[in-house]
């Protein structure tokens, strides 16, 4: 039987759980799984509802600490107590910060942007969609429908050159911001190709998802949020951005405006010109 057998499961607020294994505990948040050796653990405290593992530090550093909430208060002395029968004994001088390994799989922000871009566009179609039609029904023969499909062509290029342009420009203007505030490290690949690791601030290893075949990338974490990377771009690719986004964007939005006065002029009985 396992050492570790003993050592009760804990089920916390937002789908947090904590547990033991083998060689540590294991923290695991949606989209999150921090492995903390039993070497970089000092203590593992039970306070009330909650956990706490306290990391090594060296003399005269504060501690970090891994935390579940809301979890049994009887689970809780009960994990602490066999928690802290499976520590080693101290070592001095040891940044346990250090040998922890977090393990991130949410998005990062380029994968949500692209993700709420996509849904915004197909409203934009959708809305494009319904202009088109109006335009037709309301209409009287043959150039109202004519109209209409020339609008309908219109307004799909219109919205394929404001999610070209807000590829480009809105991730440049996110790139400046995450450059003056935030921490940029060189992420080198983990498990092959479109995978990346990079050590936070506090010395834990973190790793992303990014499509990219180079050995290695610059990313720019928040300090707040260490596991919310940006994948800084090139010289090369960021100029391109800068000088199509706004090209694509701008007529992309003039298509937009030019459906939107087709219709209206078919709707108050204006002839198309």
């Given at each position: 039987m396992s050492i570790t057998s003993s050592v009760p499961v804990l089920q916390?607020?937002?789908?947090?759980?904590?547990?033991?294994v083998q060689d540590g505990l294991v923290l695991e948040r949606p989209g999150e799984k921090v492995m903390i050796p039993f070497g970089a653990i000092a203590r593992v405290r039970a306070e009330a509802r909650s956990v706490t593992v306290e990391l090594r530090a060296l003399a005269g550093a504060t501690p970090s600490v891994h935390r579940i909430e809301d979890v049994s208060a009887a689970a809780a002395a009960a994990f602490a107590d066999a928690a802290n029968a499976l520590l080693s004994d101290p070592i001095e001088d040891v940044d346990g910060s250090v040998l922890v390994d977090a393990?991130?799989?949410?998005?990062?922000w380029l994968q949500r942007f692209r993700?709420?871009?996509?849904?915004v566009l197909l409203g934009c179609l959708g809305g494009v969609l319904a202009l088109s039609v109006t335009t037709a029904v309301a209409g009287d023969g043959r150039a109202a429908v004519t109209g209409a499909v020339f609008g309908l062509a219109l307004g799909v290029m219109a919205v394929v050159g404001i999610?070209?342009?807000?590829?480009?420009?809105?991730?440049?203007?996110?790139?400046?911001r995450r450059r003056?505030?935030?921490?940029?490290?060189?992420?080198?690949?983990?498990?092959?190709?479109?995978?990346?690791?990079y050590t936070d601030s506090t010395g834990t290893t973190r790793v992303f998802s990014h499509p990219s075949p180079a050995p290695s990338v610059q990313a720019s974490y928040d300090p707040r949020d260490p596991s919310d990377v940006f994948v800084l771009q090139d010289r090369s690719t960021r100029l391109l951005d800068i000088t199509l986004g706004p090209c694509f964007l701008l007529a992309g939005l003039g298509g937009i405006a030019v459906v939107i006065g087709l219709a209206a002029m078919t709707i108050l009985g204006k002839p198309l010109p």
């Open positions: 916390g607020r937002g789908a947090t759980v904590l547990r033991a393990r991130t799989f949410t998005r990062t993700r709420r871009l996509g849904w999610g070209l342009g807000a590829v480009c420009v809105v991730p440049w203007f996110h790139e400046i003056r505030r935030g921490v940029t490290v060189v992420a080198v690949q983990a498990d092959g190709p479109g995978t990346y690791q």
